[in-house]
Structures are given as C-alpha cells and as structure tokens.
C-alpha cells in the first residue's frame, strides 16, 4: 500500500503563494496512481480541488482552484505538487492528497470516494 505525506502548509497572507507537496513511498511505482489534491475547511466538508492523471495529459480543477493553482506530478521523485497563487482566506483549510490505483475518469476524480489513499493533510490558513 502506498503512503502518502503532505508538506508545505502554513501562514500566509492573502495574495501570498504556497506549494504543497505529497510524498509516496511503498505500494505500486508512483506513476500507476492518478492523484489528487482534497481540501477540508473547518465545519465543512471535504472538497476537491484538483487532479492529474497517471500520465499526467489530463488534469482538472475545481472552479475555485482554476487560474490561480496548478496540479504537477514528478514521477522520478514520486512527488505530487499543488503550487498554489493569488491566495484568499476561504483558501484556508487542511489540504490532503490522495491516489487512485484503478482506472477512472476525470470526472470520477472530484469524488473522494474513488480514492483508495489517503495523506495526514497539511494547514494551510490565509490570513486577510
């Protein structure tokens, strides 16, 4: 089973940039996971904010993460990165990454239930 853990959280200020990393180790290579990158804020739900494929040519982002994050992968460090700009106070939330090891649709990638792993999230709070 892989594992999985979230660095690069913190304080920032609004406007302010961050780059999340996730780390695997163990289970299949890196490059047989799709991943994804989930967020949880206080009193919410868990939410999605982006994903990329095993291949990397397909990726997706939820509406609030569009032209302000970019989801990367880089297979020889089996890391995942979230590079995360423009940032706003509702940005504030614990954020995980999970991995996918069947194959799914895009589509099916917003939802937290086709994930089979799961990190330790990492804080990220924006102040204004």
């Known amino acids: 089973q892989v594992q999985l853990l979230e660095s690069g959280g913190g304080l920032v200020q609004a406007g302010g940039s961050l780059r999340l990393s996730c780390a695997a180790s163990?289970?299949?290579?890196?490059?047989?996971?799709?991943m994804g990158w989930f967020r949880q804020a206080t009193g919410r739900e868990r939410e999605f904010v982006a994903a990329?494929?095993?291949?990397?040519?397909?990726?997706l982002y939820a509406r609030s993460a569009e032209g302000r994050f970019a989801i990367f992968r880089d297979d020889a460090k089996n890391t995942l990165y979230l590079a995360m700009n423009s940032l706003k106070p509702e940005d504030t939330a614990v954020y995980y990454c999970?991995?996918?090891?069947?194959?799914?649709?895009?589509?099916?990638?917003?939802?937290?239930?086709?994930?089979?792993?799961w990190g330790q999230g990492t804080q990220v709070t924006v102040s204004s």
């Open positions: 163990g289970g299949r290579t890196f490059d047989m996971y799709a």
């Open positions: 990329v494929s095993r291949t990397a040519n397909s990726i």
């Open positions: 999970a991995a996918a090891a069947a194959r799914r649709s895009m589509e099916d990638m917003r939802q937290a239930a086709e994930y089979d792993v």
